[in-house]
């Protein structure tokens, strides 16, 4: 699988986070539970900026 990675715009920074080095680091952590409303990510219009997600 080719590497993959998650950008997100700080302010007038952009942080990229390299999905297999953190999952890497996180193989020893045990599991929990998170509501799906606590993920901002999945209620933001990422690729398309004038659009929203269709839940709303």
């Not at 999952?23 to 900026?49: C, G, H, R, S």
Request: no cysteine; hydrophobic share 40%.
């Amino acid at each position: 699988m080719r590497r993959q990675y998650h950008f997100r715009a700080v302010g007038k920074d952009t942080y990229i986070w390299d999905v297999h080095h953190l999952l890497k680091l996180t193989q020893n952590l045990m599991p929990k539970k998170v509501l799906l409303a606590d993920i901002q990510e999945l209620n933001e219009a990422y690729w398309f900026p004038d659009q929203y997600p269709t839940n709303h």
